[in-house]
C-alpha cells in the first residue's frame, strides 16, 4: 500500500465514521491543519498517530489495510461464517462455487 492509498484510507473512514476534520484531531490530539495538510498535501502520519486515526474513526487495523476496505464487513461475515463449517464442507462449498466446475 503507497503513501498515497493510506492518506486516501484515513479520508474514506474519517467520512464513513462522519467526522470532520476538527472532530478527529480533537479525538487524537493534534490540530485541525495537521489532518488538513495530511489529507490534502499527503503529509504522513507516524504509525502511532495511524493508529489513533482508525481508532478514532471506529475502524481496526486489519480492515483498514484489508485490500478493498469497501467490502471488508462483508467478506469478514462470510469468512467467519465459513470459519464454523467443518473443513470437509468448506472444500465442498468451495468447488461449487468455483467457476469451471
Do not use: W
Not at 38 to 57: H, N, R, T, W, Y
Not at 68 to 89: C, G, N
Request: charged share 25%.
Amino acid at each position: 500500500m503507497t503513501v498515497n492509498e493510506i492518506i486516501e484510507r484515513i479520508g474514506y473512514i474519517r467520512t464513513r465514521a462522519n467526522l470532520s476534520a476538527r472532530a478527529l484531531s480533537l479525538a487524537i490530539g493534534k490540530t485541525e491543519s495537521y489532518i488538513n495538510r495530511m489529507e490534502q498535501k499527503g503529509f504522513e502520519p507516524s504509525l502511532s498517530v495511524l493508529l489513533e486515526i482508525i481508532e478514532a474513526c471506529g475502524s481496526t487495523e486489519e480492515e483498514f489495510f484489508y485490500h478493498d476496505i469497501a467490502k471488508y464487513a462483508a467478506d469478514k461475515r462470510t469468512f467467519d461464517f465459513l470459519s464454523t463449517v467443518p473443513e470437509k464442507q468448506q472444500q465442498a462449498i468451495i468447488d461449487l462455487l468455483s467457476p469451471g466446475k
